[in-house]
């Protein structure tokens, strides 16, 4: 029988060997590891590749939310909210989250929760839980909704390149200002359905655009497609890993590792 791997993320260690023990109960639930912060869970999401994790929301340092923020589309997994919040907070959560679980967590909560999960990875939708808690994380108040700025300017072939100044800024509309993030930062972009991520220096910008859109406003020559939704800046590339079936794993020199799927593989050139 396959197992889910499965990370528990939450700065309570009573709480982390309570919700431990209950999954025990489940043969097909496989504890890889435990985080007791978002930094610890960040490592081991890139090592480990979970298919599940609880999460904690409320945590010291890296919170939940900035983990979610931190981590590739393409390594994230299923994600269960563990959360001490009233039930008006958890009703917004609802809606973006796989599920959630109420401290003290009940075993027929945790089943249920559970329950969906399975149901998820059999029909692999992963993607599309990856999509709302982007959403999520664009609707907070922290994080209002971004967009791409036509700044009207042009890119290195003269085409409209309104995310572009000077060929070394990408702009960005939050609200009534244009935030020019400069492009030697951005480490990497990853994509859910019509929300972005991009990763630069210690900030991620979550706006509504599309890999599309952003791949017209970039230079090719300095960032290329590795994944169907992941552009990587290769000057920020410091070495390739093989993987299984003939993908492989970019780390970056923040440690970041991204996945270059086989479609990609002969397309991107690392000697740029």
């Not at 912060?37 to 945590?59: C, T, W, Y």
């Not at 939704?229 to 000057?235: E, G, Y």
């Not at 390739?240 to 996945?259: A, C, I, T, W």
Request: net charge neutral; glycine share 6%; proline share 3%.
């Amino acid at each position: 029988m396959s197992t889910i791997r499965t990370l528990i993320v939450d700065d309570e260690p009573l709480a982390r060997r309570g919700l431990e023990l209950r999954l025990h109960k489940h043969a097909d639930i496989e504890i890889v590891a435990e985080a007791g912060n978002g930094r610890e869970a960040f490592h081991a999401i890139s090592k480990l590749k979970p298919e599940l994790m609880f999460l904690d929301v409320q945590m010291p340092g890296v919170d939940g939310f900035a983990l979610l923020r931190a981590v590739p589309a393409t390594l994230m997994p299923l994600t269960v909210f563990v959360t001490a919040y009233d039930q008006y907070a958890l009703a917004a959560f609802a809606a973006s989250a796989l599920d959630y679980l109420l401290k003290p967590v009940e075993d027929a909560r945790l089943d249920q929760a559970l329950a969906r999960a399975r149901e998820q990875l059999t029909q692999r939708a992963a993607s599309d839980q990856c999509e709302q808690l982007l959403k999520l994380i664009a609707s907070l108040p922290d994080r209002p909704a971004l967009n791409l700025a036509d700044a009207g300017a042009t890119n290195g072939n003269g085409n409209a390149g309104g995310a572009r100044d000077g060929g070394d800024r990408l702009a960005i509309r939050d609200g009534q200002r244009i935030v020019r993030v400069e492009l030697d930062s951005i480490q990497w972009i990853d994509a859910a359905g019509d929300y972005m991520c991009i990763h630069a220096g210690n900030e991620t910008h979550v706006l509504r655009a599309t890999m599309r859109d952003l791949e017209r406003r970039l230079d090719a020559r300095r960032f290329q497609r590795i994944h169907r939704s992941t552009i990587v800046n290769l000057a920020r590339v410091r070495e390739m890993r093989p993987h299984l079936n003939g993908e492989y794993f970019l780390v970056l020199d923040s440690g970041h590792e991204l996945k270059l799927s086989r479609s990609y593989k002969d397309k991107v050139n690392l000697l740029n």
